[in-house]
């Protein structure tokens, strides 16, 4: 930040929004919100995740940015716009405040934001299916090794199988479960295979919890 | 079947269809096995093993001796 801006902005025409000690994504919504109002903005975070998602609004919205780190673990960012910020982010596909602009998820900050799996096939991917049923063989093996585990992981449709007593990743399910995941399996699926009775993993469940658990993930995979 | 904390070794196989037939002959002769992914700290261009028991290695690659070839067979630490 150059010596002219820092003038600005200590004689008080910038509006400071204190965004320390809010959770992502708040910092950069209330960044979005007092830009639209103000022209030039001051924002103070405390964390690093928040810094890179002003970054990218910023980007997005053609603003200037100055970041500087400042004693006492925050950073206080100025964004200066030029032109109105409505125009900008209203010509690209995204509803609400900027939902690209987040990635509360990806910048190392991984908790709290619960991972679900969507096992929705026997097989992984379209094409050849003993090759997909490979893979999703090898997939459920692997999540085993992913840190954090998911927190669900709920078989659907022809994913059911991968839950019966005679599948060969009945045990990774198993072990997933015992460490901790839910495993959800879909009754109705179940049932329309006749193998109700042969699911040996998780328990089964209803459309209610399955959309519950997807609506309510932090982020969903689905092989 | 919940495995026992035990030695594992994998096989090595020079594609994934060696892979899948030396499953089916495990599979036919009824040995305890599982497909998985080759670890990461071994190479192989093909990118699934087979993983059974120490015990079982000799019974296994009697089995597959003259049916299907295999590249290498490596110990496997388990992670519990």
Redesign the interface.
Known sequence: MDEEKRQEVESGKTTTVDARGRACPQPVIMAKQALEENERIKVLVDNAPAVENIRRLAVKTACGFAVEEKEGGFWEIVLTRTGPIEARSGDSASAGPGNELLSCAADGDQRNVALVVALSDDHMGRGDD??GN?LI??FV??LLELKPRPATVICYNAGVKLALKDS?A??DL??LEKSGTEILVCGTCANYFGVTDQVAVGHISNMYDIVETLAGAGRVVRP | MAQERSDFVVFLFPSVSHALTAEKLLKAAGITHKLIPVPRHISSDCGVCLRITEEQRPTVAELLRGRVTWEGEAPLEVQV
């Open positions: 003993t090759l490979i063989r090898s093996h692997t060969p009945l045990d198993q072990a």
